[in-house]
């Protein structure tokens, strides 16, 4: 038995303990039980006046007509049984609302991930309005469900919440960051890529080192295919692997959406192969303009998918929050800058392109956040601003 608080804490009345969730007064109480115990979901295992908190969280969402599965009388997203039980954060259990995002149509790739059109016919420079719609925590998505959408977002989970370490460390050049952020940025729509760069087994360091951007649409199967052949031979000519994926998320949180996450475990599950060791696939989400955005730069986030519990094979995959290391490159190539070129060309005219001459707040047009973003990103050789500057005239032209 426990207090319920107005701030949401719990006060237990046996030792008068306070515990800040439900997951951890009942991870808490589980354990002197069963020591090894670890996480559990607290809502499926707490009960306020006979019925369980998961059922008043759904209730909640349904009445603020946020996106989440319905829950009936007799299911809870997650049960109290130990099997069932379903990771998450120990210290932590808050529903997030008042979260900006933007329906959109994207499919997992047969081959590998492409470009889609923006479903909303948005009017060109105008920021987007989206009806509020909250990610869900990972023990709120239960079993599998074929209704439910496939673009509901998820959060993401640290290792150290489930008391991991992170399976393999990471490094990322600045030029990869600066490219993809440039790509996000030139569209409305939703756009892909993929992450070349090396693996070393030894020190389980996994480096990224080029951004390959797909110019290509959803739907038009011929040019995806080209532009795949291109990349991989690029591959190849620069002695890099590939290493991962790339998308954006342009006017939504940088959250993978449960398509994104079952899209992650394949490509995992393909460059892993059929070789005994292991070989990691990052994915990078990059958020442009989703106005819960503490700024002008966007929100660049990795994830990486570990698989469902063993007794639940069938589940969604877990996707995990990935610290990596960020490493300065000295210069832009000259291969970066063309391929900042062609992308321009490639979005010239399209309806989803976006008026960076147009304003984005009061104080900055999209041309100046563009900036601001990449400058971040951008090597301390002032010598390529003229160059940039080119490039950024060709954008304005474009638009």
Not at 229 to 254: D, F, K, T
Request: net charge negative; hydrophobic share 35%; charged share 20%.
């Amino acid at each position: 038995m426990g207090d319920l608080q107005p701030d949401g804490r719990i006060v237990w009345q046996e030792t008068g303990q306070v515990f800040n969730s439900p997951s951890a007064w009942a991870t808490h109480c589980k354990k002197l039980v069963n020591p090894a115990k670890k996480s559990g979901c607290g809502w499926a295992s707490v009960k306020y006046k006979g019925q369980k908190l998961d059922k008043y969280k759904a209730a909640w969402l349904r009445r603020h007509q946020l996106h989440v599965p319905t829950v009936t009388a007799d299911e809870s997203p997650a049960s109290e049984g130990e099997e069932e039980e379903l990771l998450m954060e120990e210290e932590e259990e808050e529903v997030l609302a008042g979260v900006s995002v933007e329906d959109k149509s994207r499919r997992p790739p047969v081959k590998g991930p492409s470009e889609p059109a923006h479903p909303e016919a948005t009017p060109p420079g105008k920021r987007v309005e989206n009806k509020i719609r909250a990610p869900v925590r990972y023990c709120m998505l239960g079993s599998r469900d074929s209704a439910r959408n496939p673009h509901t977002l998820v959060e993401v989970t640290s290792f150290a919440a489930i008391n991991k370490f992170q399976p393999f460390n990471v490094a990322v050049s600045s030029n990869v960051l600066f490219l993809l952020d440039f790509h996000s940025h030139l569209t409305r729509s939703e756009v892909v890529g993929y992450l070349g760069g090396r693996w070393d087994i030894n020190s389980q360091m996994l480096t990224v080192l080029r951004a390959f951007p797909c110019r290509s649409r959803l739907g038009d199967a011929d040019t995806a295919a080209t532009i795949e052949e291109e990349i991989y031979q690029s591959l190849l000519l620069r002695g890099l692997s590939l290493v991962g994926w790339y998308h954006s998320h342009p006017h939504s949180p940088a959250l993978p959406s449960l398509q994104d996450i079952d899209a992650q475990m394949d490509y995992q599950l393909r460059l892993q192969g059929s070789s005994n060791g292991f070989q990691p696939c990052l994915a990078l989400l990059c958020s442009p303009y989703y106005s819960g955005n503490p700024g002008p730069e966007s929100k660049i986030s990795p994830f990486w998918v570990m698989p469902p519990p063993e007794q639940r094979p069938s589940d969604y995959g877990i996707p995990m929050d990935v610290e990596m290391a960020y490493v300065q490159d000295s210069f832009l190539t000259n291969d970066i800058l063309h391929e900042m070129v062609l992308l321009v060309e490639f979005y010239k005219g399209a309806p989803d392109l976006v008026r960076f001459q147009e304003p984005w707040t009061q104080e900055h047009t999209y041309l100046d956040k563009l900036k601001i973003s990449l400058a971040s990103r951008t090597p301390k050789d002032q010598g390529l601003c003229p160059v940039l500057e080119q490039v950024y005239s060709i954008l304005q032209q474009a638009s």
